[in-house]
């Protein structure tokens, strides 16, 4: 089945400086690779998804990049800011369903 | 976007009791939804997958006589502890599929913390 590994677990910033998250996957048939942002004790919220046919997507200080034949994807935030700090977790698709990464605690220092 | 509704948001249960964890899609028919535990501190782990109309896949490892899933409507799924211990206590969050046949776009509901007391 799918395998997501995703790296660092933790990260810490300065506000203003960028900050990039890794994920790999094993399953060549995903096709969906989605990033949730979430704050403690709340639900994951969507930030920003690539699917496969698309190698790179931007939205204003947030960007996903992805490697099929490598079987990577990168998150890219720029410009941080002390509210982007949460914890931040990949996740590609097997068949409907998601496999998550184990998350990246980001924190942003003002 | 599309709205996933939880019920309860937290719930306290004595060990040995079972408790039910609701899952709407409020604005939009879910064909599917999947249930995920979150431990603190840690991932979301994929529980099921629960198809309306017929019995839900379960991961491996995921008791499923423990942990009962219905999808009775294209709008509801409900989650069922049997038999909770303290061990089950842990964030069930469930989310639904939104986009037809090729979408993938999955919301969360706002997710129920478990106590087993």
């Known amino acids: 089945g799918e395998n997501v590994e995703q790296h660092p677990s933790t990260l810490s910033v300065q506000e203003g400086d960028s900050a990039v998250i890794k994920c790999t996957y094993s399953?060549?048939?995903?096709?969906?690779f989605p990033w949730y942002k979430q704050e403690l004790g709340k639900r994951p919220q969507l930030i920003i998804d690539?699917?496969?046919?698309?190698g790179e997507k931007k939205d204003q200080r947030i960007a996903v990049t992805l490697n099929k034949t490598a079987k990577h994807f990168s998150l890219h935030i720029t410009e941080t800011q002390p509210e982007d700090s949460a914890v931040y977790f990949c996740?590609?698709?097997?068949?409907?369903?998601?496999?998550f990464g184990k998350g990246t605690t980001l924190s942003v220092s003002s | 976007g599309a709205v996933v509704s939880q019920h309860p948001s937290w719930v306290i249960c004595k060990s040995g009791t079972s408790v039910k964890i609701e899952c709407r899609s409020l604005?939009?028919?879910?064909?599917?939804m999947f249930w995920y535990r979150q431990f603190p501190k840690q991932s979301l782990m994929l529980m099921a997958t629960?198809?309306?109309?017929?019995?839900?896949?379960?991961e491996q490892g995921v008791e499923k006589d423990k942990f009962l899933i219905n999808h009775a409507s294209l709008t509801l799924s409900t989650l069922t502890v049997t038999s909770a211990h303290p061990e089950d206590s842990s964030f069930y969050i469930c989310?639904?599929?939104?986009?037809?046949?090729?979408?993938?776009?999955?919301?969360f509901g706002e997710g129920s913390w478990l106590t087993v007391v």
């Open positions: 996740a590609a698709s097997r068949g409907t369903a998601l496999i």
């Open positions: 399953d060549s048939a995903s096709n969906y």
């Open positions: 690539i699917r496969s046919n698309v």
């Open positions: 989310s639904a599929r939104f986009g037809g046949h090729s979408g993938n776009t999955i919301y």
């Open positions: 629960s198809n309306e109309g017929s019995k839900a896949t379960y």
């Open positions: 604005d939009f028919q879910a064909t599917t």
